[in-house]
């Protein structure tokens, strides 16, 4: 008998491959801004950007200042005053856009999706991530989508999860199994409600934290061992 019926997934770098959907966004909207130096300020954002979002995790600000004040701080790093609002909308349709798949993904959860029950669980926002869900095919395959935005709470918080565990039917925390790439967000918010985790990490890096997720995969077909 399986140890495991409800399984949480993240999406981006877990179930879609949002590195590289971000790179392609930020491409096209520096090109549509005419930029010079389109792989400087991309790397740049991409600095910033995280920063703003490691702060979210921890409550230091809110979503709405990261959304709308990364383009106004990246672009005051050149000495340009910008509209940061209007820019986040012109990126977003550029990144609503972006929907690659993780290779294994598809197979995944054709080889779960009957046999368990499958949620997403997310930070990003709302429109984009089930945008991204229905455009990349990948939205049938779950019972549900559990995105801050629409909660009100981000991972790793407890109210996140707590919204989680009151909406999944026949919830139980010792059946249930986070997968993610975040040991910041999915796997400390999963550990601190007491659930097992499953840190996706492709890129084998080392985990320098005081995180310990219950399993490590390499591999996204690796979880069918995991759940064997």
Request: with cysteine; net charge negative.
């Amino acid at each position: 008998m399986n140890k495991y019926n409800t399984l949480l997934f993240d999406v981006d770098d877990t179930i879609l491959d949002f590195k590289k959907g971000e790179h392609q966004a930020l491409n096209d909207l520096f090109t549509e801004l005419q930029i010079n130096d389109i792989e400087k300020i991309i790397n740049d954002f991409k600095f910033i950007n995280s920063g703003l979002w490691k702060d979210l995790e921890n409550g230091l600000v809110t979503r709405d200042y990261v959304l709308n004040e990364r383009f106004t701080i990246l672009f005051k790093k050149y000495n340009k005053l910008v509209d940061g609002k209007e820019i986040e909308k012109r990126y977003r349709y550029h990144l609503n856009m972006q929907h690659e798949p993780i290779p294994g993904a598809y197979d995944l959860l054709e080889s779960l999706y009957k046999k368990y029950s499958l949620y997403i669980i997310t930070n990003g926002v709302s429109e984009t991530q089930r945008k991204r869900l229905s455009d990349s095919k990948l939205y049938k395959y779950f019972d549900g989508l559990f995105i801050s935005e629409e909660i009100g709470f981000e991972k790793p918080s407890k109210e996140f999860f707590n919204a989680v565990a009151t909406r999944v039917q026949d919830f139980n925390i010792e059946s249930t199994l986070v997968i993610g790439d975040s040991l910041t967000a999915d796997i400390l918010g999963g550990a601190n409600y007491n659930m097992d985790t499953c840190w996706f990490n492709p890129q084998m890096k080392k985990n320098t934290t005081k995180i310990e997720p219950t399993y490590e995969i390499y591999n996204l077909m690796d979880l069918i061992n995991i759940l064997k």
